[in-house]
């Protein structure tokens, strides 16, 4: 990503250029990976939309691409332990840092808008991945991941074609996971207004709180929106 935004040969470099690229995040975002071992081995052979193609990419590598202050910049999505840049599971470094709270006092105009069933649905993941051959030709292999317990069995199967980059199982099988649990646990968004100085130090990427007392009814729903930290909310997967 830091070659095709810097490159002025193989990549827009001569638009984009170093200066415009966050190398520190960069830096951590090439540990990251290489901690949970997430490698991204294909070939670009059309031209493509540079910002949506890595947008989409990072997405498999379970990063955030954001421009922060006029930067590019690439981050890990998920809490992570900035000593061996692994995945936190638990410990200290699990929880993700809250850098701002919102509450009525602070926020107007606030918006909630429920997702669909449709889009709520749980289901099962079958991610494609490309396993290498020495000496011979690569064949594409599939991996089936559902959300434990029996009441997982049945749900509708959708695919994720990860062939063109992924050669490893355990890294497709990461990714099924992580997408399974957003499914599970996102199940509406917000939106507000604010001041300022309430944002200050809060950027693209970073976790905040609301907490709102304000009723929010849809037809057929009736709900109270109320704080909840997804960092405490676990899902099991087979």
Known sequence: AYALLTD???GAGAVIGESSVDDVNMKVAAEFCKANKL??????????NLREFIYQQ??????????????F????????????HEIALEG???????????????ISD???????????????????????????????????VRLAGSDHVDDPLETFDLSGFCTSRAAAVLFAKYTLVLRKHVDHTV????????????????????????????????????????????SSVD
């Not at 490698?39 to 493509?48: A, L, N, P, Y």
């Not at 910049?73 to 061996?84: G, I, R």
């Open 191 to 234: 939106s507000f207004k604010t001041a300022p100085h309430y944002i200050n130090g809060v950027r693209p990427g970073d976790y905040i709180r609301v907490f709102s007392t304000t009723q929010h009814v849809q037809r057929f729903n009736n709900c109270l929106l109320y704080t909840s930290d997804a960092a405490d909310e676990r």
């Open 39 to 48: 490698f991204w081995d294909g070939m670009i052979s059309s031209r493509v």
């Open 110 to 144: 606030l918006n909630v808008s429920f997702l669909s069933p449709e889009d709520r649905q749980a289901f099962k993941a079958n991610v494609l991945y490309r396993q290498e051959q020495e000496n011979g030709f690569p064949e594409i292999k599939s991996a089936v």
């Open 92 to 106: 200290t470094h699990s929880k993700p840092k809250i850098k701002a709270m919102f509450t009525d006092g602070n």
């Open 58 to 71: 990072a997405i498999y590598c379970l990063l955030d691409f954001t421009i922060i202050g006029g930067k």
């Open 73 to 84: 910049s690439l981050y890990p999505a998920v809490p992570f332990d900035p000593n061996t």
């Open 8 to 10: 002025k040969t193989l």
